[in-house]
């Protein structure tokens, strides 16, 4: 990814008290009523619980303080809604948060670079770097990509161009239809199927637009394995390894499984300051945008505190009634532990059940008294590499062995790693001199096939770091501190499923009109006033608010309907 300097408003006005909630209360057809379901929180952890006031009614609650909860949130307020959002940890936004995770030390600790949302940039330092352990290696920066592309073959350099024009008409497409409620695809007859049928209809003539050229691409990227798709345009395995490594960025899959050139393309269709396909930093980390969402949504008159869907039930007991849910969690959490299962058809909570997370991936933020020196390019003082984000992991054969082995053992021995280190960018984030670095390492199972994470968990940190020390001799003498979250820990701090970091995987069975099922693509549950607001509903994982924002229109739509039929 390449990357940018961005800049979002820093603080937050906003007053919460990191409270639980522990599950959807239910209306049955005519009445509504409130279910308690005690296990609830046992599968995302503890949680802080504290009362602070008497229970109120609104007009929708939104579980879960993530981007896009507070997206839907204040969009909801926006549209003069009462609304409240219960976070279960003591700060708001999700996996994007900054946070110290060593003495003196802040960094975004989950997701590290942005790219749908649209703030200021204030530096311009679009670049992706890839070392080899031989010396060579490629850096990518705006302007120069042919040239450096063509250092490695002059083919590749001349297809380079092309390449990116047919990622960049396919990506403009899906930034078109993310911001579209999907088509919902239900049987039977009434005037929304006919609704439906006519945004299928529209779907397909927005498609009879393209030309042959960019269809055949689109449908390519929709179906094919990542790697396939590369090794038809591209000879040089370090470009190959660029575009590559989007495509099993948060999937745990090889590049040559079917269907990963989807989520090369899902991490093409984001822009920073009308520039495509380029990542930001957030100046602040990633914690300055979601406080900023906080504030935003806190100035609609939305409050923060931690189905007929028709409230809460927070763990300690109180019940917080409202007219609509909101859940910005994964479906998995919300329909396997959160709502009692009889109020469930028997089909929907089994595809529920086999609702795919697990992202596979292993974060860790690191703590350095100076930057790194690259075999490749050596040199400590702050060079425009430094700033790029660095992709540890040569070739889509090195990609393809990384997965084997992670199914096999648990964790690669060679793993993925891309490093950003956002202080290059950022002097607020570490002391006077030193660094904090995002290491975002791919390929390690969801689920270990012998013991815990919390057994291994060390150890695997210990090689991750070992690994950026065989390109960067003398990493590993430099660190301070460091912070790691296996798959587990990024479920029991942010309540993701499997550590999935999109809330279920990309795939072609979990997209657009199957995000989270058939049939429920429109943004709302299968409860009446339960509505899926998160990364689990289209267009799924990152962050970009979209999901948050589609989720409030149709929220408010359905208001409006009601009021009109009395
Ligand atoms: C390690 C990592 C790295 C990533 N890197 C990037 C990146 O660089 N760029 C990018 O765009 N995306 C990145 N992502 C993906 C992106 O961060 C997520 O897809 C996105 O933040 C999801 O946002 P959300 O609002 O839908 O959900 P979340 O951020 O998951 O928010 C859900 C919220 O619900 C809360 N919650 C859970 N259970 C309960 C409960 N019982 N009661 C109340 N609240 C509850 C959680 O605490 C959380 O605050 C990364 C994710 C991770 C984990």
Known sequence: MPLLGVHAPNGCGVSYCGQAFSVVALEDAADWYLLRQTSALAAIGSAWLAMTSPARSYDVVVIGGGHNGLTCAAYLGMAGLRVKIFERRGIVGGAAVTEEFYPGFRNSIAAYTVSLLHPKIIADLAQNFLPTLHGDYLLIGEGDAKNQVARFGRADGERYEAFTRQLDASADLLRELALQTPPNLRRGWSIGTAGQILKAGRLGNRLRRLSTENLRTLFELFTKSA?????????????????????????????????????????????????????????????????????????YGVEVENGRACGLELEDGRAVRAGAVAANIDPKLLYTAMIPHGALDAGFLRRMRAWRCGSGTFRINVALSKLPSFTALPGRDLAPHHSAGIILGPSLTHMDRAYCDARLFGWSREPIIEMVIPSTLDHTLAPRGAHVAS?????????????????????????????????????????????????????????????????????????????????????????????????????????????????????VADRRWRRWLG
């Open 227 to 299: 790697g396939d798709y590369l090794d038809g345009w591209f000879e040089g395995d370090l470009v190959k390894a660029l575009f590559g490594f989007d495509a099993i960025v948060g999937n745990y899959a090889s590049p040559y499984t079917p269907g990963t050139a989807y989520v090369l393309l899902h991490h093409a269709f984001g822009e920073v300051n009308g520039k495509k396909r380029v990542w930001g930093h957030a100046i602040g980390g990633m914690g300055a945008i979601t406080q900023a969402m906080a504030r935003a949504a806190a100035g």
């Open 439 to 555: 290491l975002f390492c791919q390929h390690v199972a969801p689920q270990l096939p012998d013991g815990s994470w919390d057994h291994h968990r060390e150890r695997v940190a210990d090689l991750m770091i070992e690994t950026v020390d065989r390109y960067a001799p003398g990493f590993k003498a430099s660190l301070i501190g460091r912070q790691a979250l296996s798959p587990l820990d990024l479920e029991r701090t942010f309540g993701l499923s499997g550590g999935d970091i999109f809330h279920g995987a990309l795939s072609l069975d979990q997209l657009f009109w199957a995000r989270p099922a058939l049939g429920y693509a429109d943004y709302r549950g299968p409860l009446k006033g339960l509505y899926h607001c998160g990364s689990g509903a289209h267009p799924g994982g990152g962050v970009t608010g979209v999901p948050g924002h589609n989720a409030a229109r149709v929220i």
